[in-house]
C-alpha cells in the first residue's frame, strides 16, 4: 500500500510504499521543466530532512513528472539578478549544503534520468549513491555552466571526478559536454542505461537488489575513478597546463570561466571535501559577478526565447521528402542538415561530378562525427542510403520542401523555378537561399509566390547554428511556420527578419568588412588591422574572414549593398581589383594571404594595391569597424528589419562570432554609451567621410538618454 506525504507541497510529492521504497518526484507546477530556485530547493530539504528521520525507508528515488525533463538545472534568474557577494554566497552555499545532506542519507538513493539532466540537476544526481539514465535521445547529461560565464556551484567539480577520473572531469567540465545515456554510462557518470520503456523495470530490478542487499554484486560499475598517476602532483599539473594551453587557443583568454575550473580542481585536489566545496563556492561567486557571465546569462535568455517562436500563427507542415538544387558548399550542406534528421534528401545539379563532390562533402562531414564516436558506421550508411540524385527532372512528385543553392542570379534563379514549378506538388515549399537578392522578386514569376521564401543559412552549414528567415510580399503563414519548424529540427536557430537588401547579418556585416578594406587601401597594415579585431573578441580577422568567404562574394555583396542604400555601404576598390587578378581567397590559393602556405602569410604582391600610406591606434581602427555596424544595426532596428535588440544581438553572435562575452552588438553599443558613440562617429565623419554619419534613431536615443536595452540610462 501507498501512502502519499501529508503536508501539500509545491515542487515535490512524496511516497512511501509498504517495503519502505521512497519516490521523491518532482514537478515545478505551471512549467515545461524542473529547475531548482532558491524554493524548490528548501522544499527538497524539508523531504530529505523527514526522510533522515524515518526510520523505515529502504532506499529513495528521484524522479520527473515532466516529458524530456528531469532536472533543467538551478535558477539562472536568481544568478543573473544577484549583483551582491554575500546573496550569491548563500545561494550557492544553500546548494551545496543540501546536495550533502542528500549524500549523507543512510540508505541508497537513486536519481531516476529520463530528459534533461543539467547543471544543478547533474550535481544533484552526482549527490546520489547511483543514477540511471535512459538511451532516448531526449536524455543529455552534463554540467554546461561555463557557457554562463559560471562553473558547477553545488559540488560538481568536487564530485564528478571521483566518478570519471581528474583529466576527463576536467575536460568534461570545461567543454560543457552533454552526453547521452550510453556515453554517460561508458564514463562512469551513471550506473545504469535503458530505454524509456524500461526504467520502471529497472527500478524494480534494483529495489529487489537493494531489498537483498546484493546491488553492488549485481552493479556492473564502469566508474574509472581517479586514475593512480593523476594523483600525482606534478602529472595534474601537467594535465592542467595542456587544458589552460587547449582554453587560451580557443577563447584568448576572454572566457574566464574555464580557466576557473582549472584553478579549483587544482587547488581542491586532495583536500576535506568540505574545504573543496569552500574553493569552488568563491570561485562561481567571483564569476557570477563579472558582467561577461551577465552578457551570457542575457544571451541564453534570449536564445531559450528564441527556441520558443514560431514567427506565425498558422500550422505547420511536416517535412518528409525534400531536394536540394544546387550542390556547392552551401547545398551539400544543408542536405546534409536535412539528411541528419533522417529526412529524405533528392539531389539535383546539371552533372553528375558536381553531385559526387556534394556526396562526398556530406560523407566528410559524418566522418568527423564517426571520428568523434557520436555515429557508427551503420548509422551514416542508414542515413546516406535516403539520400538520392538526378540530372534531370524525375522523383520529384512526392517533394513537400525543395531549396534553391545555385550561383547569386536572379535570372538563373528564377528560371530553376519556373521549371520545378512543372513538376513539383502545388503546396510544396521552395525555399531559397540567397545571401542578398529580394525574395520578392525571385518570386515574381511563380504561379504559387505563397509558398516560396527566403532562408539563408551560413557556412559552413554544419557548424553555423543561424538561419535568417525572409519572408516575400506574397508568402504565406503557413509556409512561414513550417519552414521555421524545418529550422529547428535541423538544429538550427531561426530567425525571421523584415525583406530588405542584405536582409540583416550581410547588411550588418559587409559595412564592417569593407572599411577594413578601405584602411588596408589606405595604408593600414593588414596584420596590425586583423591583431585589433582578435584583440576585441572577434573569433577571426577580417581579412581572414574576407578570404573565408570568398573575395568575389564579398565584392558582389558589397555592390548590391551600395546600390541599395548609397554612398554609405562604400565599395572599396581592392576587392574589384583582386577579382581581376583571380586572387579570390582560400578557394584560390592566394587573397590577403597567401593560403597555399602551411601557415598563411601575407600575399606578397596585395601591397601593390595600396594607394596611401595610413598609420592608424588600435582604438582607431576597431571605432571604424565597429561602431559602423552599430551605426547600420540601429537602421535595422529603426525599420523593423528584426523584431528586437535581443534577436538582432543573437543573429550576430551566431551568424559572425560577434563576441558573446560582451552580449552582442547593441549590448556593446549600450556598454560603450549612445552619447559616446554619437560623439564618436560625429569624429569620423569628419575625418573619414559621411558614411559614418549617425543614423536618426542613435541621435533621437541620444536625446532621450535611451539605450537599447533598459530604456532610460
Known amino acids: 500500500m501507498t501512502t502519499q506525504s501529508k503536508e501539500i507541497k509545491k515542487y515535490f510529492e512524496l511516497t512511501t510504499d509498504s517495503r519502505g521504497i521512497a519516490t521523491l518526484t518532482f514537478d515545478t507546477p505551471e512549467s515545461k521543466a524542473n529547475v531548482f530556485t532558491r524554493a524548490a530547493l528548501l522544499e527538497f530539504a524539508e523531504h530529505l530532512d523527514a526522510l ?80 540511471i539514465a535512459t538511451s532516448h535521445p531526449h536524455t543529455r547529461i552534463g554540467l554546461p555552466e561555463v557557457n554562463l560565464g559560471i562553473l558547477p556551484g553545488f559540488g560538481g567539480t568536487q564530485r564528478l571526478p571521483p566518478l570519471v577520473g581528474y583529466a576527463k572531469a576536467m575536460e568534461l567540465i570545461i567543454g560543457a559536454k552533454r552526453l547521452k545515456g550510453e556515453k554517460a554510462l561508458k564514463l562512469g557518470v551513471v550506473d545504469a542505461c535503458v530505454p524509456s520503456g524500461y526504467l520502471e523495470f529497472k527500478k524494480e530490478e534494483f529495489i529487489e537488489a537493494i531489498l537483498t542487499g546484493n546491488l553492488k554484486k549485481k552493479l556492473c560499475c564502469s566508474r574509472k575513478g581517479i586514475s593512480w598517476y593523476e594523483k600525482l602532483a606534478p602529472v595534474r599539473k601537467i594535465i592542467g597546463r595542456m587544458a589552460e594551453k587547449k582554453v587560451l587557443a580557443k577563447t584568448h583568454g576572454h572566457y574566464p570561466a574555464p580557466l576557473a575550473v582549472i584553478k579549483v580542481m587544482e587547488e581542491s585536489f586532495g583536500k576535506p571535501f568540505k574545504e573543496g566545496l569552500r574553493i569552488e563556492r568563491e570561485a562561481v561567486t567571483r564569476l557570477a559577478l563579472t558582467p561577461i557571465s551577465k552578457n551570457l546569462i542575457d544571451l541564453f535568455f534570449i536564445s531559450e526565447k528564441l527556441k520558443k517562436e514560431t514567427f506565425s500563427t498558422a500550422g505547420a507542415k511536416t517535412i518528409q521528402h525534400s531536394a536540394i538544387v544546387g550542390t556547392g558548399a552551401m547545398g551539400s550542406g544543408i542536405a546534409w542538415a536535412l539528411n541528419n534528421q533522417d529526412i529524405d534528401v533528392r539531389l539535383k545539379d546539371i552533372n553528375n561530378d558536381s553531385i559526387g563532390r556534394a556526396i562526398a562533402a556530406i560523407r566528410k562531414i559524418y566522418e568527423g562525427i564517426r571520428k568523434r564516436r557520436r555515429l557508427t558506421e551503420r548509422e551514416i550508411a542508414l542515413k546516406m542510403d535516403k539520400i538520392t540524385f538526378t540530372t534531370g527532372y524525375e522523383g520529384f512528385d512526392d517533394t513537400d520542401f525543395l531549396l534553391e543553392a545555385v550561383v547569386e542570379d536572379l535570372t538563373v534563379k528564377q528560371q530553376v523555378y519556373n521549371e520545378f514549378e512543372a513538376v513539383l506538388q502545388p503546396d510544396a515549399v521552395i525555399a531559397s537561399n540567397t545571401s542578398s537578392l529580394s525574395i ?8 504559387h509566390p505563397n509558398r516560396f521564401i527566403g532562408m539563408h543559412f551560413f557556412n559552413p552549414v554544419h557548424r553555423m547554428p543561424l538561419v535568417e528567415i525572409i519572408a516575400g510580399e506574397k508568402t504565406d503563414e503557413q509556409t512561414i511556420a513550417t519552414v521555421v519548424q524545418l529550422t529547428k529540427r535541423m538544429g538550427k536557430t531561426p530567425i525571421k527578419v523584415k525583406e530588405s537588401a542584405g536582409f540583416l547579418v550581410n547588411r550588418i556585416l559587409m559595412p564592417y568588412l569593407s572599411e577594413a578594406a578601405i584602411m588596408f587601401e589606405q595604408g593600414e597594415d593588414i596584420q596590425k588591422i586583423d591583431a585589433a579585431l582578435l584583440a576585441f573578441g572577434m573569433p577571426m580577422g577580417p581579412f581572414t574572414l574576407i578570404d573565408t568567404v570568398g573575395v568575389d562574394i564579398g565584392g558582389k555583396v558589397s555592390e548590391i549593398l551600395h546600390q541599395a542604400y548609397g554612398d554609405r555601404m562604400a565599395v572599396s576598390e581592392i576587392m574589384t581589383r583582386m577579382v581581376e587578378k583571380g586572387w579570390l581567397g582560400k578557394k584560390s590559393g592566394l587573397g590577403f594571404y597567401d593560403h597555399k602556405k602551411k601557415h598563411p602569410e601575407i600575399n606578397k604582391r596585395i601591397a601593390t594595391l595600396q594607394q596611401g600610406k595610413i598609420q592608424l591606434d588600435e582604438q582607431t581602427i576597431c571605432d571604424r569597424m565597429l561602431l559602423t555596424m552599430i551605426n547600420e544595426a540601429a537602421r535595422c532596428l529603426e525599420e523593423g528589419v528584426v ?39 560625429g569624429l569620423l565623419k569628419t575625418t573619414y567621410g559621411s558614411r559614418f554619419t549617425p543614423c536618426d534613431l542613435l541621435l533621437a536615443m541620444d536625446k532621450g538618454h535611451e539605450t537599447f536595452y533598459g530604456g532610460g540610462s
Open 440 to 447: 520578392s522578386d525571385l518570386a515574381e514569376k511563380l504561379d
Open 52 to 131: 533522515a528521520g524515518d526510520g523505515s525507508v529502504k532506499a529513495l528515488f528521484i524522479e520527473s513528472a515532466k516529458d524530456n525533463i528531469f532536472i533543467a538545472g538551478a535558477d539562472i534568474h536568481e544568478i543573473k539578478a544577484a549583483d551582491d557577494k554575500e546573496i550569491i554566497t548563500a545561494f550557492v552555499r544553500q546548494g551545496q549544503d543540501i546536495f550533502t545532506k542528500l549524500a549523507s542519507l543512510p540508505f541508497p538513493t537513486i536519481a531516476m534520468i529520463d530528459g534533461a539532466c543539467l547543471g544543478g540537476g547533474l550535481e544533484m544526481s552526482l549527490a546520489c549513491t547511483y543514477r
Open 643 to 681: 523584431a528586437n535588440a535581443g534577436y538582432l544581438d543573437m543573429a550576430m553572435v551566431m551568424g559572425t562570432g560577434f563576441p558573446a562575452f560582451r552580449g552582442g552588438l547593441m549590448r556593446y553599443a549600450d556598454e560603450l554609451g549612445i552619447d559616446a558613440i554619437v560623439i564618436r562617429l
